[in-house]
T-cell receptor, first 112, second 110 residues
Framework: SQTIHQWPATLVQPVGSPLSLECTVE??????LYWYRQAAGRGLQLLFY??????ISSEVPQNLSASRPQDRQFILSSKKLLLSDSGFYLC???????????FGPGTRLLVL | GQNIDQPTEMTATEGAIVQINCTYQ??????LFWYQQHAGEAPTFLSY????GLEEKGRFSSFLSRSKGYSYLLLKELQMKDSASYLC???????????FGKGTRLSVIA
């Protein structure tokens, strides 16, 4: 069966510090991968998605970036965090032939 | 642009039935998803409708009318654990990610 991991689960960072969140998927090959952000009490905001290694589509221009160095690894980064970057970051995957997305447990980020 | 509308909040009584509506106006349509998200947790898949009609899965049912751009999620015999946000999402094409609505926060009260 397929599983998706995210870490860390919780992160508190000062404004201006860098960020690296990691997501890995097990049990499948060539998945589509997604990064979402959810502000408190709000809906899901799609940040990036990837259909293959090195292929990243950005949905929202901001100070975040994403990379996919391996087939089942998706990384979300920032060089300098802003207060507005606080939120719940969710990684998701979908099989290449299907559209159903399955979400990881999420990372709660608080920027102070 | 893509537009998906859901009520922001709903309240229902334990043991009752509640219907959560979702209307959509999108550039294409190939199916509609419902996800459940408990507070502080990740969304989990509930249902997927491609064709018109009602799909039943235990206490949860989902309905789709493609001609009306409308779907609803029906929850029967409500339990306290059903208190959560319910997200409607449209699958447009295989090349684009799902488009999510903002979600409906359901509170089940005794």
């Amino acid at each position: 069966s397929q599983t998706i991991h995210q870490w860390p689960a919780t992160l508190v960072q000062p404004v201006g510090s860098p960020l690296s969140l990691e997501c890995t998927v097990e049990g499948t090959s060539n998945p589509n991968l997604y990064w979402y952000r959810q502000a408190a009490g709000r809906g899901l905001q799609l940040l990036f998605y990837s259909v293959g290694i090195g292929q990243i589509s950005s949905e929202v221009p901001q100070n975040l970036s994403a990379s996919r160095p391996q087939d089942r690894q998706f990384i979300l980064s920032s060089k300098k965090l802003l207060l507005s970057d606080s939120g719940f970051y969710l990684c998701a995957w979908s099989p290449i032939t299907q559209e159903t997305q399955y979400f990881g447990p999420g990372t709660r980020l608080l920027v102070l | 642009g893509q537009n998906i509308d859901q009520p922001t909040e709903m309240t229902a009584t334990e043991g009752a039935i509640v219907q959560i509506n979702c209307t959509y106006q999108t550039s294409g349509f190939n199916g509609l998803f419902w996800y459940q998200q408990h507070a502080g947790e990740a969304p989990t898949f509930l249902s997927y409708n491609v064709l018109d009609g009602l799909e039943e899965k235990g206490r949860f049912s989902s309905f789709l009318s493609r001609s009306k751009g409308y779907s609803y999620l029906l929850l029967k015999e409500l339990q306290m654990k059903d208190s959560a946000s319910y997200l409607c999402a449209v699958y447009i094409t295989g090349n684009t990610p799902l488009v999510f609505g903002k979600g409906t926060r359901l509170s089940v009260i005794a």
